[in-house]
C-alpha cells in the first residue's frame, strides 16, 4: 500500500526544521534533476558578464534599501 501524498506531508511536519529544510532541498533537487543543455553554461556566462561589468564601473548598482523603498511604494 502506497502514503498519500498528504499522509507523508504530515509525517514529515513532525520532523524538526532542520530536517524538514533538508526534505524539501532533497524534493527540490529531485524536481531539478533534468537541466536543459547549455542552461550551466549560459548562467555561467551570465553571471560573468555581469560581474564584469560591475567591475568596470559601466553599470550603477542600486542600494538594497532604495530598491526595498521604491518597491513599498508600489
Known amino acids: 500500500m502506497t502514503r498519500s501524498a498528504r499522509e507523508l506531508f504530515e509525517e514529515a ?3 524538526d526544521v532542520q530536517e524538514r ?3 524539501m ?3 527540490i ?3 531539478d534533476a ?3 543543455e547549455g542552461v550551466e553554461d549560459a548562467w555561467r556566462a551570465e553571471i ?3 560581474m564584469a561589468e560591475l567591475d568596470s564601473g559601466s553599470v ?3 542600494p538594497w534599501e532604495e530598491v526595498r ?3 513599498h511604494r508600489r
Open 21 to 23: 529544510a533538508t526534505l
Open 34 to 36: 533534468e537541466v536543459e
Open 60 to 62: 550603477e548598482t542600486i
Open 69 to 71: 523603498a521604491r518597491l
Open 29 to 31: 533537487e529531485a524536481l
Open 25 to 27: 532541498r532533497l524534493l
Open 13 to 15: 511536519m513532525r520532523l
Open 48 to 50: 560573468e558578464r555581469r
